[in-house]
């Protein structure tokens, strides 16, 4: 009787462990993305209606998108969607023509890039953003331009998160590998110690094997309290690995939701995600 009792409760939960993770499987794969863009509660970043282009060709039309404190962000979507506009445009480098972009509760659309960093606003575009002819070390020192002194500390700190940085200290950054490069790039931006780091395509470029790699030290980034705001073109891996994601299609908002539920969204899978 003892042992007819066991066996039976057994199989009762292993069929209610089933059932459950079959109900869990599919919630995962019904999941509906959200097409509400805002974030209630306060936001470190908040953009609202954001119209944006380059002279007067408009890109993006009536976007919205919060950054809160400390969150992981990722902005993903087909070519020429708008994703590194938003970032540009934020930084300052645009041409604004509608809508409102607040850090920490002020109003920056009409800030120029010099001003904008002050604030607390680091950005790392996807090409150019090394000095080629300089060391690295000199490409650390020049992220702290618009500090008095360079601060010996936030250069150790740099080289404690990419140590072949200090391998490299006195190397050229020109010389330097494309994941290599890219450190040097997020290194210098972080010798303000930005409050919100703004990352436009990290991985492009990059060894396949050096992919997680790069989004490992972006995670390290995001636990030491810094925000990330990031335009990603491998939208499947940053959605895994962010807190909320963004779909932009043609300049404008598309879905806006956990990253996780963005990827088990069938529509967004079947639309931008490949299936």
């Known amino acids: 009787m ?40 306060e936001s470190m970043l908040s953009i609202r209606g954001l119209d944006a282009g380059y ?42 023509m509608d809508g409102s972009i607040e850090f920490d509760g002020n109003p920056i659309q009409t800030e120029p890039p010099e001003e904008i960093i002050h604030k607390g606003i680091g950005f790392v575009p996807q090409t150019d953003n090394v000095f080629p002819g ?34 490299r200290s006195e190397q ?8 290599q490069r890219q450190m040097v790039a997020m290194g210098r931006t972080l010798m303000l110690d930005p409050d919100l780091l703004l990352l436009d395509e990290p991985s492009a470029g990059l060894a396949p094997d050096l992919v997680a790699d790069m989004f490992d030290r972006i995670d390290q980034i995001n636990d030491s309290g810094t925000a990330i705001l990031m335009v ?16 932009l299609v043609d300049g404008e908002n598309r ?18 995600l490949g299936g």
Do not use: W
Not at 138 to 165: K, S, T, W
Not at 236 to 246: I, N, T
Not at 255 to 272: A, C, I
């Open 2 to 41: 003892s042992n007819d009792t066991t066996e039976h409760g057994a199989s009762t939960e292993s069929t209610e462990a089933t059932e459950s993770a079959e109900a869990s499987e599919s919630t995962a794969t019904s999941a509906n993305a959200s097409r509400d863009h805002t974030l209630d509660g």
């Open 55 to 96: 002279g007067d060709l408009q890109i993006l039309t009536d976007v919205d998108l919060d950054v809160a404190d400390g969150e992981y962000v990722t902005i993903v979507g087909p070519n020429g969607a708008g994703k590194s506009t938003v970032m540009k445009t934020i930084f300052g480098l645009t041409t604004h």
């Open 134 to 167: 300089l060391s690295v070390r000199e490409n650390l020192e020049m992220g702290a331009y618009i500090l008095d002194d360079v601060p010996e500390d936030r250069i150790e700190a740099v080289y404690d998160r990419f140590p072949i940085l200090r391998e």
């Open 172 to 179: 050229k950054a020109g010389n330097l590998s494309g994941g």
């Open 232 to 247: 990603e073109q491998n939208a499947k891996e940053a959605l895994r690995r962010c807190d909320r994601g963004y779909v």
């Open 255 to 272: 879905y806006t939701d956990r990253g996780e539920t963005l990827l088990s969204d069938q529509q967004v899978r079947k639309d931008f």
